[in-house]
Every structure is written in C-alpha cells, then in structure tokens.
C-alpha cells in the first residue's frame, strides 16, 4: 500500500523543481524595471523570486493534478 509514496514524493520535487527552474528562465524575459524603482536591488530581486515561485506551484499544480487525475483514469472501468 505504501510502496508508490516515495515514488510519488520523488516526482513531485523533480517537478516542482523543474517549473521552478522553467518559471525563473521565462521570468527573465519579462521587464521588472518598468514596475520598480531599483531593478537591481535586493527587493526586486525577491519579487522576482517570489514571482517565480507563485508561477511554478500554480503551473506544477496543475501539471500533478492533470497527472493524478489521468492515473486514477484505470479505475473507470
């Protein structure tokens, strides 16, 4: 019964890891100098931060639901 949890744990970091990763390098493109004050400075930086971990749990969320969810599928018939 508790055979596929270490599994399951080992791909939810590998893929939060991995948006947190994709999150951060699209974010680069985005322009944080037209909204801030000092783009440079240490609170820019962790808005940048911040912004890249909202984006990578929201879109991991959704990755690991819609995988859940088509897992669960064999239990239909």
Excluded: C, H
């Excluded at 596929?4 to 985005?30: E, K, P, R, T």
């Amino acid at each position: 019964m508790t055979d596929g949890f270490g599994q399951d744990a080992l791909i939810q970091i590998v893929v939060n890891l991995m948006f947190l990763g994709l999150s951060w390098w699209a974010l680069q493109s985005f322009r944080f100098d037209l909204f801030v004050r000092e783009p440079k400075g240490p609170q820019a930086i962790m808005l940048r931060l911040l912004t890249a971990l909202a984006l990578a749990y929201l879109v991991s969320r959704f990755f690991l639901d819609y995988l859940q969810a088509s897992r669960l599928l064999q239990y239909l018939w």
